[in-house]
């Protein structure tokens, strides 16, 4: 199955494509957002181009973690990523699947400071997006041994 991931935001939204056969993702050029919503050209050249049999989104924070942090923007993120999400279900007729991504654009931006890169806003959003679908696929294909060892 083919993949294409969404590091969500509301200027920007990184996009990586990636397999359940190779399990491993790439970078795609960012998606430029217009107040939180992507322009449907945009994502239909892009959907068009990739054939994706699914989405995965990265989820920011629960309103537990938020009101960890005291400040409601994980919150409202996330509420924009489950609208976002839905649309793509309804759009596209494909399922999305919602993932774990707390604190991930800050890990990547050390990653990239460390190797001395400094990373354009757009870049970095498809770097997170890459790393979001990477890790995914790994947690799947590992699903997937250990099912297959249980079964044995």
């Known amino acids: 199955m083919r993949y294409l991931a969404f590091d969500y935001g509301t200027q920007s939204s990184g996009i990586a494509v990636g397999g359940d056969i190779s399990c491993s993702a790439e970078p795609l050029p960012a998606l430029t ?27 920011p924070a629960t309103p537990a973690q938020a009101a960890e942090s005291k400040t409601s923007q994980p919150i409202n993120i996330a509420k924009r990523v ?4 839905a649309y ?13 991504e707390r604190l991930s654009s800050r890990v990547m931006e ?5 190797m001395g890169v400094k990373a ?19 947690q799947q294909e590992n ?9 044995e």
């Not at 997006?129 to 790994?138: K, M, T, V």
């Open 33 to 59: 957002m217009n107040n939180g919503w992507a322009d449907d050209e945009q994502l239909y050249k892009l959907v068009a181009e990739w054939s994706p049999d699914a989405f995965v989104l990265g989820l």
């Open 82 to 85: 489950h609208s976002f999400s």
């Open 88 to 100: 793509l279900q309804r759009k596209f007729n494909r399922p999305c699947h919602l993932i774990d």
């Open 110 to 114: 050390e990653k990239l400071k460390d």
């Open 120 to 138: 354009e806003a757009g870049v970095l959003d498809s770097m997170v997006a890459c790393a979001l679908l990477q890790g995914w696929l790994e």
């Open 143 to 151: 699903t997937k041994d250990n099912t297959k060892k249980s079964g």
